[in-house]
């Protein structure tokens, strides 16, 4: 199965936010077809979580956290993100802001 272009997929995780009740922002507007999307979860204390993705040994889509399973300063996560766009303008940057700190992914999370 091929995945969803970015701008379906993108607005498939802005339903499941906003039906949830949070707030989901797209900071960074990448390639509608082919743009890799970069998450960040917006948590308490400024604090933020991001979201990669990846492919697993069966050629599924994953996510990873980049900085690391632990929430970071979110001006560090903003730094990242900058540093990633820098390299490749066609990337997606969403933000999801969620008083639950819920980031709305149905693919797994990779904990390695």
């Given at each position: 199965m091929t995945d969803l272009r970015a701008r379906f997929w993108v607005d498939a995780l802005r339903?499941?936010?906003e039906s949830a009740g949070a707030s989901i922002y797209v900071a960074h507007k990448g390639d509608p077809d082919a743009g890799v999307i970069l998450l960040?979860?917006?948590?308490?204390?400024?604090?933020a979580q991001l979201y990669a993705p990846m492919r697993n040994f069966e050629g599924e889509r994953v996510w990873m956290t980049p900085l690391g399973s632990d929430p970071?300063?979110?001006?560090?996560?903003?730094?990242?993100?900058?540093?990633?766009?820098?390299?490749?303008?066609d990337l997606w940057l969403v933000e999801v802001d969620d008083p639950h700190g819920r980031h709305f992914l149905n693919e797994a999370i990779d904990k390695s």
């Open positions: 339903w499941r936010a960040k979860t917006l948590l308490p204390e400024r604090m970071v300063p979110e001006q560090d996560a903003d730094a990242y993100a900058r540093r990633r766009l820098e390299d490749d303008p």
